[in-house]
Each structure stands twice: as C-alpha cells, then as structure tokens.
C-alpha cells in the first residue's frame, strides 16, 4: 500500500515567515509533487521532482522553493509567507514504471494571519 | 487558462440514480485522463483512469466516457450509494511528461 505522509497536519503563520511543509514517502517512488488545492481551482502543481537533488517548476511556483534531499522526502518552503499562500497543501508521489497514478498525501492546511 | 474544465460545480442525486460527471479540454496532447475522488479532510485518490486511444473504461459501477474529436469526457456513477459523496476531480496528462492538470472539482452528494 502506497504511503505519503505530510508534517504538519495544521500550521498557522505569520506574513513574512518562513514556513517549510514536509513530505515523506515510502513508496521508492522516483517522482514527488506538490500541490495546492483552493476552492473554484482544483488542484495546482507547485514544483516537483523527478527524483533526490532535482527540483522543477511547477505551474504556480512564485513564492515558493523546494528542495529533494532524498529518494524519500520533499519539501515545500515558503521564504516570506503571505495570506494569499493560506491553502491546502497536498504532496504526492508516482513512478510511471509502476504506472501512471499518482499517490496523495493527506494534506497540510496552512493559514498566514 | 483553465485547461481542464469540469461541470456541474455540484451536484445532487438521489440513492440508486446514475450520476453523470462532465469534463473538456483544451489540450490535444493529453493522452491519460484519470479521475480522483475526495473526501473531506483527506487527500485526493485515484478512482478511475482512461488512456486516449479508448474511448470507454469501465470499473464496476464507474464508468468513462470519452470523444477524442470533441475534446470530452464523462464519469458516469451507476447506482449511486451515500458513500459515494465525495469531490470527483477530472485530471489531465501531457504525454512524455509526468505532470497532471486537474479541473475545478464537482462535489457529488447522494441522497439517501
């Protein structure tokens, strides 16, 4: 069964703030992805990576960096926080030599007062 | 631009009736069109997936409908259960990349 974990679960911070959004997978999948999910948008890829050292630019990667220092884990850090990044942050993984499906976290919601 | 768009925003049936989920396009390159179901407070997962060179995939009691030329797509939900009230998302894949562009959502509710 498929695994993606995201720490933490609820975080609440201040505009100019840094926060960093982690994800861990232990499907040794080589593909990881962040997203961000607002209503009326669906879901949004942010960056992602094809697999430990390598990052990409999503579709909407202002304001945010990332950063893949392993097979397993994947960051999403946001240098100076701002209130319109308050949203629901999914990470997930794929390999398409496995298959095409990509397998979600259960989410970080972010506030930024 | 929204490149995958989805309708109805909501939708609501009633237990036992055949819910029908729309989805278009732009893109002619995306050749892989899975759709995710959510729950609340969880994240999205894979329900059913279709490839560009079918134009039916079927899976129980989901179905996907899908017309290459007119750039469209539909899940069809037969005898729709409570437990299937959920936010349906329409995905979309440009070949030789591994990145998805996801429609707005439609949140099913079925009324028992």
């Known amino acids: 069964e498929a695994a993606v974990t995201q720490s933490p679960r609820n975080k609440v911070a201040v505009t100019g703030g840094k926060v960093t959004l982690s994800c861990n997978q232990t499907?040794?999948?080589?593909?990881m992805y962040w997203y961000r999910q607002d209503t009326g948008h669906g879901l949004r890829l942010i960056h992602y990576?094809?697999?430990?050292?390598?990052?990409e630019k999503g579709d909407i990667p202002d304001g945010y960096k990332a950063s893949r220092p392993s097979q397993e884990n994947f960051s999403l850090i946001l240098e100076l926080a701002t209130p319109s990044q308050t949203s629901v942050y999914f990470c997930?993984?794929?390999?398409?030599?496995?298959?095409?499906?990509?397998?979600f976290g259960p989410g970080t919601r972010l506030t930024v007062l | 631009q929204q490149q995958v768009r989805q309708s109805p925003q909501s939708l609501t049936v009633w237990e036992g009736e055949t819910a029908i989920l729309n989805c278009s396009y732009e893109?002619?390159?995306?050749?892989?069109f899975p759709w995710y179901q959510q729950f609340p407070g969880e994240g999205p997962a894979l329900l059913i997936s279709?490839?560009?060179?079918?134009n039916k995939k079927e899976d129980g009691r989901f179905t996907i409908f899908f017309n290459k030329r007119e750039k469209k797509l539909s899940l069809h939900i037969a005898d729709s259960q409570p437990g299937d009230s959920a936010t349906y998302f329409c995905?979309?894949?440009?070949?030789?990349?591994?990145?998805?562009?996801f429609g707005q959502g439609t949140v099913l509710s079925v009324i028992p």
């Open positions: 997930a993984s794929g390999d398409t030599d496995r298959g095409l499906e990509q397998y």
């Open positions: 990576s094809y697999g430990a050292g390598s990052t």
């Open positions: 499907n040794n999948h080589n593909n």
């Open positions: 893109n002619s390159a995306f050749d892989y």
């Open positions: 995905a979309a894949r440009t070949g030789g990349n591994n990145k998805l562009t």
């Open positions: 279709i490839l560009s060179v079918s």
